[in-house]
């Protein structure tokens, strides 16, 4: 296939968007496999583009649509997200087709007039559509969907009603670059539908249950899921809803998740010790060092898990910076339902369980027991210690599991 061919998903209907294998870092978390930034058009009486990509690629963009039309003769332009890696390429666009009208939600064109005041948009033609607004393409009918704060205030998505496809913007997305552009074609799309929910869609959980109703109230049946990143639901279309379903509602498995970090070994050692008496549970338990492992595969753990247990050593009498950082990460993406424990080591003073707790109280996270902290290294009645508490972690894991 050609690097440029764009890819049919329905008669007149086409992805035009571009890979970016190289792409590592996203909103701040590791995205090891690339990503994508999906387009896509529909030649109708009225030739639509619905959403663009990343300024830097947009000249990729353009050559998939010239193998289709001519750019220039593009009718309508969907901006579901003003976000920079969908509208960059709006301002190139808009000048390629100096004629084209442009449609976004009302906090869409607050976000347009603010991002590209100097880029064109006082001369751009724009519409602000709302929820159950429809747009005729000619035989094809767009309606809008405002799908607020999933994940900003602006978002929205695009239903072709007569082939059923959901241009679904940031929900039901993954971070994957590949050659291949459907879910059938990719093995367990799941987990990194998982890895992408955890790390951008988290919060908004109630919100998504909200709009999963709102799409049963407008009789939205997709039969595709296009969504702006990563590859094309048609196969498992199902499988991913219900997945965003127990996601958003928080459910857990039998699980504990240790998450920790080591200045010289202390810390380690406990960790270890945990998550032997968790075994001894019955229970499921991983480990995760913070700096041998990405952050984004340890949300997504994260969000699976019923019990958390952190671990830090004392470093200027506070906690250690990478879990400082990662526990603002956390907070931020407010996980629900989860029971923490603490745990460090300290050598001339402590602080590391003291900061964390200050942390997670903050955030209103709910602690599973008293913190454990030992000085210099933890002995034989530690080791003990930890271990009959990895137990109990197991067996609170089996009450505190809904999944």
Avoid at 178 to 188: A, H, M, P, T
Avoid at 233 to 247: C, D, F, L, M, P
Wanted: proline share 3%; hydrophobic share 40%.
């Amino acid at each position: 296939m050609d690097e440029h061919e764009p890819i049919e998903l329905a008669k007149g209907v086409y992805w035009v968007g571009v890979v970016d294998w190289n792409l590592r870092d996203f909103h701040g978390y590791e995205t090891p496999k690339g990503g994508t930034y999906n387009a896509y058009l529909i030649v109708d009486e009225k030739i639509t583009l619905i959403d663009t990509v990343k300024a830097p690629f947009f000249s990729d963009m353009a050559r998939r649509i010239s193998r289709i039309v001519d750019p220039s003769k593009i009718d309508y332009i969907i901006c579901n997200h003003v976000e920079m890696d969908h509208s960059g390429s709006i301002p190139d666009i808009m000048e390629m087709a100096p004629n084209a009208k442009l449609f976004a939600s009302s906090k869409g064109e607050k976000g347009l007039a603010e991002y590209y005041r100097e880029k064109g948009y006082d001369k751009w033609d724009l519409t602000v559509v709302k929820t159950g607004t429809e747009l005729s393409l000619g035989e094809r009918t767009l309606m809008f969907i405002e799908a607020t704060m999933l994940h900003w205030p602006d978002s929205m998505q695009t239903y072709l009603k007569d082939n059923a496809i959901l241009f679904s913007n940031d929900a039901f997305g993954q971070h994957i670059a590949s050659s291949k552009r459907f879910d059938d074609e990719i093995d367990d799309l799941i987990t990194d539908a998982g890895i992408y929910y955890a790390n951008i869609l988290m919060p908004f959980g109630s919100q998504i249950l909200k709009y999963v109703e709102r799409l049963n109230e407008l009789n939205v049946n997709p039969k595709m899921i296009a969504p702006s990143h990563g590859v094309i639901w048609r196969s498992n279309i199902q499988e991913i809803i219900t997945a965003y379903g127990h996601w958003a509602s928080g459910h857990n498995m039998q699980k504990v998740l240790v998450i920790y970090d080591s200045m010289w070994g202390s810390t380690e050692i406990m960790a270890s010790e945990i998550v032997e008496g968790v075994m001894r549970s019955g229970v499921e338990v991983s480990m995760r060092h913070l700096r041998k492992n990405d952050w984004s595969l340890t949300m997504k753990e994260l969000m699976d898990a019923s019990v958390i247990a952190i671990g830090s050593p004392t470093m200027n009498n506070d906690m250690f910076f990478t879990i400082s950082g990662f526990l603002t990460y956390m907070r931020g993406l407010r996980p629900k339902n989860k029971k923490f424990f603490l745990f460090g080591s300290y050598g001339w003073g402590g602080g590391a369980v003291k900061g964390m707790d200050k942390e997670l109280e903050i955030g209103k996270f709910d602690i599973a027991m008293e913190s454990m902290e030992v000085k210099f290294l933890p002995y034989e009645e530690d080791k003990k210690v930890c271990q009959d508490i990895g137990y109990k972690l197991g067996e609170i894991a089996k009450a505190n599991a809904n999944y």
